[in-house]
């Protein structure tokens, strides 16, 4: 496809605000697209691009710094992708389209990018901003929670989310007493249901991690330093907090931009927004989901991998569409495996949420709408999760093989098998 110039005889500036998974996707989308284009990442961190879903890992002392760093920053570089860290962009001036940067410098662009990703949620609680209470969301917080483990002996993490429960087992390693507080029902709230989260609780109470459901932190007390959580069921002591209730695109660039957003920057299936030349990729963004039917956040590496390159091969001419992704998640708590896809946890609406198989250790259920495959949950054995999420890519209607759904492990051969229907549509779909 023959790609389209604004500037006549001139290279197109292609400029990126963010050096996470959505913004290195598009570089190097942009720079495979349009090899004469000069590709700029701005960073506000001073670090090379690293792999935010490792920081846990980074804090329990089971991969170093070099394991953090991402591969793909380096083909980049040897693609003459400019990347300039520790600049922070102020303003858009989207009419002149130039960026106000944080040095007192002007970066003018002619396709803008912005990946700026999410921030952590940081809850209004009295005593909030006392030392000992830490965030885990950038490099710098991780290593600001390892100096502070060197000299503690309790940690309350607040949140049980992904980020809470594997910020609870990094500080268990370190032989902390750890209490993970979350004011929803169960672990993993967003994803799990009781049935599933119970056995998620069971495996964190063996690893001498408490778990306390159903409560909410009230207070952190001490002087300047945090020496204490008071929750609505009592008070426990401890010298060391990390705040882990959730996270929130980062929306603060956008303000008198023109650029449209809800909970989120909205975008078209080219990953564009409401501002012409101006896109955005990432978790910053509201974009279409598969299991869904609609538009929302979807905080997830893959997602942001695949947002990122479509945006970046938008920006370079093409018109390439987001064909949408489906939310697909994954741990490991001591041993116990667990994966969720697509809507795991319905709300409302016309779904139908079905258990396959409950057990010691072990845990399945579906979610249908109208018998096409929604969602799952997988505790236990995740081995399958693949065969799920296609699936509900593909909108199949598996109403008729629930049984095979729930085998352990999930074979693929056999539901070609013995579910003629399933093999049926992924024939046609294909």
């Known amino acids: 496809m023959e790609i389209k110039r604004e500037r006549l005889g001139m290279d197109m500036r292609y400029v990126i605000i963010g050096n996470s998974a959505a913004g290195l996707s598009a570089a190097a989308a942009v720079a495979e697209t349009d090899p ?18 490792m920081l846990a890992h980074y804090l329990a002392g089971e991969v170093g710094l070099e394991k953090m760093y991402c591969r793909e920053a380096d083909n980049l570089a040897e693609l003459g992708v400019k ?46 901003e006392k030392k000992g209470i830490h965030t885990l969301w950038t490099l710098n917080d991780a290593r600001a929670v390892a100096e502070a483990v060197s000299k503690a002996r309790a940690a309350v993490v607040v949140g049980a989310g992904f980020i809470g429960i ?15 507080v979350e004011k929803l029902d169960g672990v993993l709230p967003a994803q799990l249901d009781r049935g599933a989260a119970s056995l998620v609780e069971k495996a964190l109470g063996q690893a001498g991690i408490s778990v306390e459901t159903g409560v909410e ?39 008198d931009t023109g650029i449209a957003v809800r909970d989120g920057i909205l975008v078209d299936r080219r990953m564009r927004t409401s501002v012409r030349d101006i896109y955005a990729a990432g978790d910053v963004v509201e974009a279409f989901d598969l299991a869904l039917g609609k538009e929302t956040l979807n905080a997830i590496w893959p997602s942001a991998v695949a947002q990122g390159r479509c945006a970046g091969q938008n920006m370079a001419g093409r018109g390439e569409e987001y064909r949408g992704d489906v939310g697909f998640n994954s741990m490991e708590v001591y041993g116990l495996q667990i994966a969720t896809l697509g809507v795991s946890r ?66 693929f051969g056999k539901l070609l098998m013995f579910a003629p229907e399933i093999k049926a549509t992924l024939l046609a779909a294909s």
């Open 346 to 411: 319905p709300r409302a609406g016309s779904y139908e949420k079905i258990v396959l198989e409950e057990g010691e250790g072990f845990y399945r259920q579906v979610v249908l709408q109208d018998g096409i495959l929604k969602g799952a949950i997988m505790v236990g054995d995740i081995q399958g999760a693949g065969i799920l999420e296609t699936l509900i890519r593909k909108e199949v209607d598996v109403s008729g093989c629930l049984e095979l759904l729930g085998d352990k492990p999930l074979q």
């Open 166 to 180: 594997q910020a609870a087992v990094a500080l268990r390693a370190a032989d902390l007493r750890v209490t993970v």
């Open 217 to 255: 932190v009230t207070e952190f007390t001490g002087a300047e330093r945090v020496k204490g959580v008071v929750t609505t069921k009592g008070q426990m002591d401890c010298d060391l907090v990390v705040v882990a209730v959730g996270v929130r695109p980062d929306l603060r660039l956008v303000e």
């Open 36 to 53: 004469d284009g000069t590709i700029t990442i701005l960073s506000a961190e001073r670090e090379k691009a690293y792999t935010r879903t």
């Open 83 to 128: 990347v300039r860290t520790g600049i922070r962009v102020e303003r858009i001036a989207a009419g002149e389209k130039k960026l106000l940067l944080s040095d007192g410098s002007e970066l003018a662009y002619d396709r803008l990018l912005l990946a700026t990703g999410s921030l952590p949620i940081v809850p209004p609680v009295p005593g909030i």
